[in-house]
């Protein structure tokens, strides 16, 4: 992806510019839940009018934990931005270079760095990837927070927040080798023919030799196995029932 990209390009900068003073957390986070916060010394210059009224934005899924919980409420500052596939999509970018980078992982790791140096070091990645303000508040928060660690999960969680929000459900297809694609389109056509209308089916393919062959769907709250290796144990347990001939 082009913004994964200038990640990897911007890496060997901010690795040089660690050292920064950091904004204050409570205006930070206050920014992300609230893209028109005013900071406290400008408030003065508005204090005859009146605070705009934001649309109630409720989460399509209930999300639990700390992992949870950051995903709604960057689902939440996205939606009222009117930028949720542009944040999701810098999300899942900034994941990708975390992968593709060691020494960008291990800073995303790294509890030793201080607060203000990882806030300075995120801040200048996302003016150089060009990222939303809601992106780069919500990356500031997890920097001064502690929990960059955590921004895998973070995604994972707030993509199944964006899946459901546009109707999508994600069925996940393991096999040994990939799928040709006639049979991908025929299994997703079946799937969808289940769901009806309303809803979209987001395949994923996985790859697992130790299955043997065949495959295994999992949608939604169902699991359907059909691989070789469940249906050997199935056999082995058949063969192994005593054998009843008075019947």
Do not use: W
């Not at 969680?157 to 694609?181: C, Q």
């Amino acid at each position: 992806m082009a913004m994964a990209a200038r990640f990897r390009s911007t890496i060997p900068r901010f690795a040089k510019n660690l050292i920064s003073d950091s904004d204050q957390p409570s205006i930070v986070q206050r920014s992300l839940l609230c893209p028109n916060f005013i900071h406290p010394q400008q408030s003065r210059n508005f204090s005859s009018a009146s605070p705009p009224k934001e649309p109630k934005v409720k989460v399509p899924v209930a999300m639990f934990g700390g992992s949870g919980n950051y995903a709604s409420a960057l689902y939440i500052a996205a939606v009222k931005a009117k930028a949720l596939d542009k944040v999701e999509s810098e999300l899942l970018d900034l994941v990708a270079a975390t992968q593709k980078s060691p020494t960008f992982s291990q800073f995303m790791k790294d509890l030793a760095v201080p607060a203000d140096t990882r806030v300075k070091a995120v801040t200048e990645i996302c003016d150089q990837a060009k990222f939303s303000e809601v992106t780069k508040n919500f990356l500031v928060v997890l920097a001064d927070n502690g929990r960059l660690r955590h921004v895998d999960t973070i995604a994972k969680r707030f993509s199944d927040l964006t899946m459901a929000h546009r109707g999508e459900i994600k069925a996940i297809v393991t096999t040994v080798i990939p799928l040709p694609a006639e049979e991908e389109k025929e299994l997703k056509d079946t799937l969808q023919e289940i769901l009806g209308k309303g809803k979209k089916v987001k395949l994923e393919q996985k790859i697992d030799p130790s299955i043997l062959g065949g495959l295994v769907v999992e949608f939604g709250q169902k699991v359907f196995d059909m691989s070789i290796k469940t249906r050997a144990k199935q056999m082995e347990r058949f063969l192994r029932d005593p054998v009843n001939f008075d019947v």
